[in-house]
């Protein structure tokens, strides 16, 4: 397998890494052994090598390739779980800033409402909904223009 170099690899993965090229680095010469000696038609001598060095063989490979999986998949895990807590936070952040906006708008209309006379004053509602009577009788009587 091609060396691991990689800064954000850990010293776990590169152990487990090496521990499956070791693995490999044994069975290719078995391997080759089994080829071997069964070109020469030395069947019973293939089948035993096959079972006394090469079965252990990969089974050590399956159990190194599983550890390498399992580390690789709570690892990916984690990394999961971390990604989705720190999306959570800038969510909250968000909507923080969001709400603190609404209300920094709120409470500036009504300062301006109230700095500029723009919100209508108890003394001049009288006033409008008496010009809105009569503006509505003069239109119920056809009077106005």
Request: contains cysteine; aromatic residues 6%; positive net charge.
């Amino acid at each position: 397998m091609k060396r691991l170099s990689a800064t954000d690899t850990s010293d776990k993965s590169r152990a487990l890494v090496a521990e499956i090229d070791r693995v490999a680095a044994q069975y290719g010469p078995v391997a080759e052994d089994i080829y071997n000696a069964a070109l020469e038609e030395r069947h019973a001598a293939a089948i035993t090598i096959m079972n006394d060095q090469g079965r252990p063989l990969l089974a050590a490979l399956v159990k190194a390739t599983n550890a390498y999986h399992a580390y690789t998949e709570t690892d990916a895990q984690q990394l999961m779980r971390e990604s989705a807590e720190r999306y959570t936070r800038k969510i909250v952040l968000l909507i923080g800033i969001c709400v603190a906006a609404l209300a920094a708008a709120v409470v500036a209309a009504v300062l301006i409402y109230r700095r500029w006379g723009m919100a209508p004053r108890p003394e001049n509602i009288r006033g409008i909904h008496c010009r809105e009577r009569e503006f509505t009788k003069a239109c119920c009587a056809g009077e106005w223009r």
